[in-house]
């Protein structure tokens, strides 16, 4: 449940920054794809900035790779709960971790498509 009253005052957004840096120590910490993809992130973040022309090309290149972090943990969070609300095998539980992979995978395959439209048409 929501607190009442004025939202975002400095004490509420200072809570939700370490909220947000918990749950990325605990994408780091416990997921090794995490982990893959973030170190992809430190080599593509400043080389997509260094081989963009404009702003435009740069948001392209390194959009991406905030995306695919962001889809990771994401989809982390679905497994998370899956296993914790039924840790036999379900199913419906398995479409979902599926699914929350492909999201991982349709955004990875995005990252491709930007870096190979914006170095291509070079």
Known sequence: ??????????????????WSMRGLQAGWRH????????MLAVVLIPLGLWLGNGAL????????????????LLNSAIEAVVDKVSPEFNELAGRAKDMGSAAVFLLMV???????LVLGLR
Not at 1 to 18: D, E, H, T, V
Not at 31 to 38: I, N, V
Not at 110 to 116: A, C, D, E, N, Q
Request: charged share 15%.
């Open 31 to 38: 997921e090794a794809s995490f982990r893959l993809e973030a």
């Open 57 to 72: 090309e740069k948001l392209a290149l390194v959009a991406p790779a905030f995306l695919v972090l962001s889809a990771e």
């Open 110 to 116: 995005l990252t491709m498509l930007s870096w190979g």
């Open 1 to 18: 449940m929501s607190s009442p009253g004025f939202r975002g005052n400095p004490s509420q957004l200072w809570n939700a920054f370490r």
